[in-house]
């Protein structure tokens, strides 16, 4: 059998760094794409080939598909708040463009595009799954618009005959989150008694190491041009903090904030960011409008055409209660 080198984008990032450990355990040569000066704590010990390069280079792009067998495609410019929304773009759309079209001329044998559950659509007050409608008119904000795109770009080159599968990861936590993500900051402020109230909304939390490994069971058995939800469990926003609070030994807020009361803090945040520090804002716009519907998902198919198998949340939780009070971004005690 052929050796199997697998290039896997965002290498250094959340899921990306789970993903080539998943690869490097079941004995894949893993070849990272990572930019110039990117963190690579996430990547510590890990045995793979760093190779530095930007997405929107397509020579880069180029040389770093050259002799790869597998394509994992997680890199993504994540932020629910950007001043200028162009760079977001040509990452996460112009980049995607670019890998596929290098993938398609070195012959990959499989690509795997990480999407996310954002592109997908959701009945009003029901589950979404793969096939729910949905219009980019839809999208809230330029990164769930930009990732839409991309996935139309992944869909089309499919069609076209790039083996692509695709995987729409939910939320993913624990550890090696170090930015942290949107997802992880709500844990980090949480830990850190900067959350004294919550809105009333819910999504889907995902183990990050199984949703790895749907990634990889993406590629061995996913059907090409086929899309596939990487779920865990559906929680309201409020059941989570109270997870939190029972794993971690604190008091969850009780506070419930009214939207219109969220909205202003939002608008004046950002206000604030815009005209002053140049940073994200505590809340923005964006996460109070998708606050606004509950991002809850099914993940029927995967589990039934990849024996994906999500394992219980807490235990995610609870290692990246462990992360983040171990680097020391989250008070350690209760």
């Known amino acids: 059998m052929a050796s199997r080198v697998a290039l896997v984008t965002g290498a250094n990032g959340f899921v990306g760094a789970h993903v080539a450990r998943a690869l490097v355990s079941e004995g894949a040569t893993v070849r990272a794409l990572v930019r110039e000066n990117a963190d690579l704590r996430a990547l510590e010990g890990l045995e793979c080939e760093l190779v530095r390069g930007d997405l929107r280079d397509r020579e880069a792009v180029k040389r770093a598909v050259r002799g790869c067998t597998e394509v994992y495609h997680v890199a993504a410019d994540y932020r629910l708040w950007v001043i200028d929304p162009a760079p977001m773009y040509a990452t996460n759309v112009e980049g995607t463009k670019n890998l596929l079209d290098a993938s398609a001329r070195a012959g990959v044998r499989r690509f795997i595009h990480t999407s996310t559950v954002g592109t997908l659509g959701i009945p009003n007050g029901g589950i979404g799954c793969e096939t729910t409608p949905v219009t980019l008119a839809e999208m809230v904000g330029p990164y769930k618009r930009s990732k839409f795109i991309a996935e139309q770009e992944a869909l089309k080159a499919a069609r076209e005959g790039v083996p692509v599968v695709i995987v729409n990861p939910s939320t993913p936590v624990g550890p090696l989150d170090y930015k942290p993500t949107p997802t992880g900051r709500i844990i980090v402020d949480f830990l850190n008694r900067r959350m004294p109230a919550y809105v009333d909304t819910g999504l889907n939390l995902v183990d990050v190491e199984d949703c790895a490994r749907g990634h990889l069971l993406a590629a061995e058995r996913g059907r090409v ?32 904030l009214p939207y219109a009361v969220a909205w202003g803090f939002a608008l004046g945040a950002e206000a604030v960011s815009r005209t002053i520090t140049q940073r994200p804002p505590r809340a923005s716009l964006t996460e109070v409008r998708m606050a606004r519907k509950r991002m809850f998902f099914d993940s029927a198919k995967a589990r039934t055409e990849l024996g994906y198998n999500p394992g219980a949340v807490d235990d995610a939780l609870v290692r990246a209660i462990r992360f983040f009070r171990d680097i020391g971004v989250a008070r350690s005690a209760a």
């Open 225 to 256: 041009g086929e899309k596939y939800i990487l779920g865990g469990e559906n929680l309201t926003l409020a059941e989570v903090l109270s997870r939190l609070a029972r794993l971690s030994g604190l008091r969850p807020p009780r506070v419930r």
